[in-house]
Nanobody, 125 residues
Framework: QVQLVESGGGLVQAGGSLRLSCAAS????????MGWFRQAPGKEREFVAG????????YYTDSVKGRFTISRDNAKNTVSLQMNSLKPEDTAVYYC??????????????????WGQGTQVTVSS
């Protein structure tokens, strides 16, 4: 069982930046594929970014490419999402997710086995 706890959400003006962090406990996530999802009010949860177990492969949904960067520190058992040039449409609850499958290459949405509780990101116009 992996426990994931997100932090770093908040309120920011459009064009600003936030850095989300996800700390894992109870088990090491060094062999897990990790990702971030988000869910806006009234919308389905969507995949935002993913990173392979080694950190060498990353994937981003089109709407965040060039603005968001996912990274991981296996020694610290953490995953981060740097979000720049934020837009009002980025407003959502952001969830950290872990997939037990150790993917070498990320080509699309991952299938999480574990989820964090979520952190709210609100971007004002």
């Amino acid at each position: 069982q992996v426990q994931l706890v997100e932090s770093g959400g908040g309120l920011v003006q459009a064009g600003g930046s936030l850095r989300l962090s996800c700390a894992a406990s109870k088990r090491t996530i060094s062999s897990y594929t990790m990702g971030w999802f988000r869910q806006a009010p009234g919308k389905e949860r969507e995949f935002v970014a993913g990173i392979s177990w080694s950190g060498q492969s990353t994937y981003y949904t089109d709407s965040v490419k060039g603005r968001f960067t996912i990274s991981r520190d296996n020694a610290k058992n953490t995953v981060s999402l740097q979000m720049n040039s934020l837009k009002p449409e980025d407003t959502a609850v952001y969830y950290c997710a872990a997939e037990q499958l150790a993917r070498n290459i990320i080509v699309g949405v991952i299938r999480p086995d574990y989820w964090g509780q979520g952190t709210q990101v609100t971007v004002s116009s």
